[in-house]
Every structure is written in structure tokens, then in C-alpha cells.
């Protein structure tokens, strides 16, 4: 059994929450609920188990009562057709099966006898490498010195009175006929009974399907109707479309076993295919314990190993096949199921009911993950069953930022670039991860060291990028539109041309500020444009007046913190003091990740005030007239004049 689908990294929005992760809580009543449920599972198996077997039967049964009854078929007929028709696959099963194992047992000795000549002679090509000889020698010495000192105790113990051996004797209970014939006949009669009482249950629930659903509507769902209603249509779509697709895809799988192992020559070539057909039913031990019985018998039967080998790559070859064409041809979509949490459901339901819970460990733990997907109290389940990813992308690029992982980072980054640009990755994964920090920095929750290193991770993640960012920029061709605008498509994305534009890129107040001043030199630098870069400290009075803004045409400041309005003002001032013809724009995060501006652009006398990358971009390369600085307001008395007295 494989993993039918991968779910490609869906296109994240800006988090609404503004702090952290929130996370289903796993209290300690929730556990000893868990606890007592599965204790009640384990003590009342011999009742839970037909139960669950006929339910399961009855999401594998409902689709086909569905297809006769629009075929105009009565309720009753076409529910005893499906129930028939299946157990009696399910009989001839059966018998075929206990035909081949009596077949097969009637030629055990003749296999036995091959297998110890095989070992025998293995044995003796491989003691020249010392290993079985060296075991044959540690056995054999074992069994000396055990010996030796068996006849030395019994050389020094005392002689002892012989004495007479107890005679044996016989008690004979004569018994009730009727309560003999009981203990012998009532172990056979039992799994009749459990199959009898199946049939019986699943005929009774495909008949009251309606009937039992909105009981079980009224009794847990009748508060939520919508979340109940959509629960039962999740479960039972993936459970019996799982069971279906699984026989179909386990019957196309058994077919070619059973030929190929028939052409091969290995006895009770059907046993094993339909062994297999069962057996591909439990997760990832299924496939391999169906093949090592035939790989077994092919040891047996010829005398070279070619025989064995042929049986191993029919197996492999098939293997391979139905997990890379057939499954993922059939199958619309995964069972929602993680691989390690498929391992582990398939431990924890053997242990709870044996053979029978292997078997239906899948469907019973995809039930699980539909509750913990639609019951808010179990959600849990679903973050630790199911396959979906439980972090957004921009929270899981922050947590590998915050630990210092840039290497994890990056690759989670190119699988997202494989169908998106780089001005997309940014704008829906690193700056929202860059806000996720910011805010964390401005709850006091960051030391200085954790601030320094999630920032230069931050910048090691822009570093490994620029490889991809110099591939987008070479895909551009400039002899296909104007010289003076080249849109380049990402998406709905539609950014100008930077050729003859020069930009220089600053953070605002801190080292996050930075990271995110470099994402935007980066998407720059790909549409055309010659891109500087400074940290948050050239905002300074002083060091602003040293910065040479000759070539510049825009300057593009970029802040995290929506709070940062007078910063922004005494920012845009001081650039617009040293060059008056300079643009300078403003990157700060919207209230929560909105696209709103906390800032209004005349308020700070920038040219312009922007919340996105891409419209950053867009407005660092626009062609515009500068914007004047506004001559500040003073508001107060106005002055007296002072007057001399004349002088007679």
C-alpha cells in the first residue's frame, strides 16, 4: 500500500492571528477518555468486532444499494442482491483457499526434504568462510562442557535409596453426552455465528441507512447540522471508496502474481495469488509476507536459486507497477492518512483485536481522522493521524528561521518555486514569516542573540535564492515589448521593467527590517532595475548625509512594525533634505496583515505608502515627479513687535 497523492503547497494567505500557532489542546480528561474507550474495545472485542466488520461492509456496500436502486431496483431486492453477491465472492474465497491448503499439505514432506538438503548444502559452501563453522564449534563446545559438568555433580553427589516409581493412574469423569457434544461442536459453530451475525447487521444497516444517520444526527450533531452532515459524507466517501479501489486495485494485483507464478512453475500458483489479493489489505507488512511464502516454496522445489530470484523481481516488478500506474490511475484522492500514522494504527489495532484489526486498521483509523477533522473536542487526531500539512508555509519558513535551519528552508522554498516565481514566494510565504517574527519581537517573546539569528538565517535563505532570482531575470526578453514597460506574468502578478531605474533598499528600524529590505532588492533586481542596498542604521541623520543619492532615483524603505509612523516621516524627510528629487517609498505592514496602510502617504509627505512586495516594486519603478517636502504647520501667538519711544 503507498501513498496515492501528494498535496502540492497551497498558495498561503497573510495569518489573521497575531501571535504565534494555535494548537488543539490535548487535556488529561481527554486522555483517560481515550484511555477508558480503548479498554472498553479490548475487554468487549467479541461484540466490537462483527460490529465493525459489518459497518465497514455496509460504506463498501452502500455505493452498489445506491447504483441498483437508480437502476429502479426495490429497496429490500437490491440490498439482498449486494449482501448475497458479496458473501458469496467471499464463500468461494474461502473454499478455493481451503482447496489449495490441503493441496498443499499433502506435499509438505516432498518440500521438506529439499529445504534440509538446500541448507545442508549451503551450510557446507559457506564453511570456508568460517561463520557456520565457527557457530557448529561455540554449539558443540557448549554442549560438552554441559555434559562434563552433569557427570561431575553426579559423580560427587551421595548415593541416594532408589525408590519406586509412582504408577500411574487414569481418573475418568463420565460426562453429560450433551455437554461433550457441546465443547466440541460449539468452536466450530462460533465463527459461523460471528459471519451469520454480520450478515445479519450488515443487511439490517443498508436497509435503516437513512434511519441510522439521522439518529445519529439527533443524538450528537443537531446543534451543527452542517459540520455532522458533512462529517458523514467525508467518511463515508473515503472509507468506501478506499475499501472499493482497494480490491479493485488488489484483484489487478493478484492477477499477474497468480499467472506469473503458474508460467514459473510454484505449486497452488492461486493460493498465492489470492493470499496476496488479502494480504495487500494491511498496510506495508502485507506485500512482503505475501511474498516471502512463495519465495519459500520456490527454495523448496528447485534445486538452483535462478527459480527464487524470478519469483522475487515478478514480485518487485508488480509491486512497482500497481503502486505507480494502477493506484495512482484509480485512486481520485488518499485515504488522508499519514505513512507513520498507517504503521502505527496497524500496531495499535492487531494489538487491540488480533488478525481482524490488522486487516482494518486503515479504514477504522480514517474514520478517526474525519472526527478529529469536523469535532473540534478531537482535533488532535487529525494533527497526528492525518497527511495534511498542520503548519501554513509561512509559519513553518519562521519556525526553521527561528531554529537556524536555512538549509530546510531553502528546500521547502524551490518546492514552492517549481510552479511560482520569486516575487510570489515572497509575497505569500517570506514576508508574512518576516511579520510572524516582528511580532514576536515586539511581544518582548525574542532575545537579542534570537533576533540576530533569525535574521541572518533570513539572509542566508535570500543568499541560496539568487541563483533562481538570476535565472527570472534571464527569462526576460527585452526585445519583445516596449523599451519602456516588460510585464512579467507571475500568476496575477503584472510587475513594470526596471532597465534605466536605479533603487536603493534599507530596512526601517531593525535587523528584520533588513531581511525584508533584501527580499525587495531581489525582486528588483530581476525585473531590470540596479538595486543598493544599506542597513537600518544609514536612516540616521548623520549617516544619511554622508550617502552619496547621486544615481539613485528612488529610495524604498521597508518597516514591520505598523507602528512606525514617526520613524517613517523623520525617515522620508531626511532623504528628501539630502536629494529633493529623490522618490521614496514606504514598505509597512496593514493592522493583523491587511493590505490597508496604517499610514496615509500625505501624512508622512512619501511618494508613496505600499503594504505588498509587488506593489512596492511597482511604485519604486514608476516614472513620477517627487514629491515636496510640506513646510511644517506652526501653530502659536504671533509675535509683538517691539516699538522705541521718540525722544523729545
Known amino acids: 500500500m503507498s501513498d496515492m497523492s501528494k498535496g502540492a503547497i497551497a498558495a498561503a494567505g497573510i495569518a ?9 489542546t490535548l487535556s488529561g480528561r481527554t486522555i483517560l477518555i481515550l484511555i477508558g474507550v480503548a479498554v472498553i474495545l479490548y475487554v468487549g472485542q467479541e461484540v466490537f468486532v462483527p460490529l465493525a466488520l459489518a459497518l465497514l461492509l455496509t460504506f463498501t456496500l452502500a455505493p452498489i444499494v445506491s447504483f441498483l436502486r437508480k437502476r429502479y431496483v426495490p429497496r429490500i431486492a437490491a440490498v439482498l442482491l449486494a449482501v448475497a453477491t458479496a458473501f458469496f465472492v467471499i464463500a468461494a474465497f474461502g473454499f478455493i483457499v ?8 499433502d506435499n509438505i514432506p516432498t518440500y521438506q526434504r529439499n529445504i534440509v538438503a538446500k541448507v545442508h548444502s549451503l551450510s557446507q559452501a559457506g564453511s570456508g568462510n568460517g561463520v557456520f563453522e ?14 562434563d559438568n552433569a557427570e561431575e555433580s553426579k559423580e560427587d553427589a551421595p548415593p541416594q535409596i532408589k525408590r519406586r516409581d509412582p504408577m500411574p493412574v487414569e481418573i475418568v469423569t463420565r460426562a453429560n453426552p450433551i455437554e461433550t457434544l457441546g465443547n466440541f461442536i460449539l468452536p466450530l459453530i462460533s465463527p459461523f455465528a460471528t459471519a451469520g451475525l454480520v ?31 458533512a462529517a458523514l459524507q467525508d467518511a463515508g466517501k473515503r472509507v468506501g471508496k478506499y475499501l472499493l479501489m482497494q480490491l479493485v486495485v488488489n484483484a489487478l494485483y493478484a492477477l499477474p502474481i497468480s499467472i506469473g507464478l503458474w508460467l514459473l512453475g510454484i505449486p497452488n500458483a492461486i493460493l498465492w495469488g489470492l493470499l496476496t489479493l488479502v494480504l495487500r489489505f494491511v498496510p506495508y507488512i502485507g506485500p512482503v ?13 528447485a534445486p538452483g536459486w535462478s527459480l527464487v530470484a524470478w519469483v522475487a523481481a515478478l514480485f518487485i516488478v508488480t509491486e512497482l507497477v500497481s503502486n505507480n500506474v494502477v493506484e495512482p490511475w484509480l485512486y481520485g484522492s488518499h485515504t488522508g492518512l499519514s505513512p507513520l500514522a498507517i504503521i502505527v494504527s496497524a500496531i495499535f489495532w492487531s494489538w487491540l483485536w488480533g488478525p481482524v484489526g490488522l486487516m482494518l486498521s486503515t479504514p477504522l483509523t480514517v474514520c478517526l ?3 478529529g477533522r469536523y469535532v473540534p473536542q478531537f482535533s488532535f487526531l487529525d494533527v497526528l493521524l492525518g497527511n495534511e500539512p498542520v503548519l501554513q508555509p509561512q509559519e513553518k519558513l519562521y519556525q526553521r528561521l527561528l531554529a537556524g535551519d536555512p538549509n530546510e528552508a531553502t528546500d521547502n522554498a524551490e518546492d514552492f518555486l517549481e510552479e511560482e516565481y520569486l516575487v510570489d514566494y515572497y509575497e505569500k510565504v517570506g514576508l508574512p514569516a518576516l511579520r510572524l517574527g516582528e511580532l514576536d519581537r515586539q511581544r518582548g517573546v525574542m532575545s537579542e542573540a534570537q533576533i540576530a539569528l533569525f535574521a541572518s538565517t533570513t539572509q542566508t535563505l535570500i543568499g541560496n535564492l539568487a541563483e533562481i532570482a538570476i535565472e527570472e531575470e534571464a527569462e526576460d526578453d527585452p526585445a519583445e515589448g516596449e523599451a519602456a514597460v516588460t510585464e512579467q506574468i507571475t500568476g496575477e502578478i503584472d510587475l513594470p521593467s526596471g532597465e534605466g531605474k536605479s533603487v536603493l533598499c534599507l530596512g526601517g528600524r531593525g535587523a528584520i527590517d533588513d531581511a525584508a529590505a533584501a527580499m525587495l532588492s531581489q525582486v528588483l533586481a530581476i525585473q531590470g532595475a540596479t538595486v543598493s542596498q544599506a542597513d537600518h542604521t544609514a536612516v540616521s541623520g548623520k549617516t544619511v548625509s554622508l550617502m ?8 524604498l524603505i521597508a518597516f514591520l512594525n ?41 501624512d508622512i509627505d512619501a511618494d508613496f505608502v505600499v503594504t505588498t512586495i509587488s506593489d512596492a516594486v511597482r511604485g519604486a519603478l514608476t516614472t513620477a515627479q517627487a514629491v515636496e517636502i510640506k513646510a511644517p504647520k506652526r501653530i502659536g501667538r504671533p509675535r509683538e513687535r517691539k516699538t522705541t519711544p521718540l525722544v523729545a
Open 16 to 24: 489573521n492571528k497575531p501571535v504565534g500557532l494555535s494548537a488543539p
Open 98 to 105: 481451503a482447496g489449495q491448503v490441503a493441496n498443499l499439505a
Open 134 to 147: 565457527h557457530l557448529s564449534k561455540v554449539v558443540e563446545r557448549i554442549g560438552s562442557e554441559l555434559q
Open 199 to 229: 450478515i445479519v447487521l450488515v443487511i439490517f444497516m443498508l436497509l435503516e441507512r437513512e434511519e441510522l444517520r439521522d439518529r445519529f444526527i439527533r443524538l450528537v450533531g443537531l446543534g451543527d447540522l452542517h459540520r455532522t452532515t
Open 289 to 301: 509476507i505475501g511474498m516471502i511464502l512463495p519465495l519459500f516454496l520456490a527454495l523448496a522445489i
Open 369 to 371: 481522522v474525519v472526527l
Open 548 to 555: 552619496n543619492l547621486t544615481d539613485v532615483d528612488t529610495v
Open 562 to 602: 505598523g507602528g512606525s509612523k514617526a520613524h517613517a516621516r523623520q525617515a522620508v524627510r531626511r532623504f528628501k533634505r539630502q536629494k529633493p528629487s529623490v522618490r521614496v517609498g514606504i514598505m509597512i505592514t496593514g493592522v493583523d496583515g491587511q493590505r490597508e496602510s496604517p499610514l496615509a502617504t500625505e
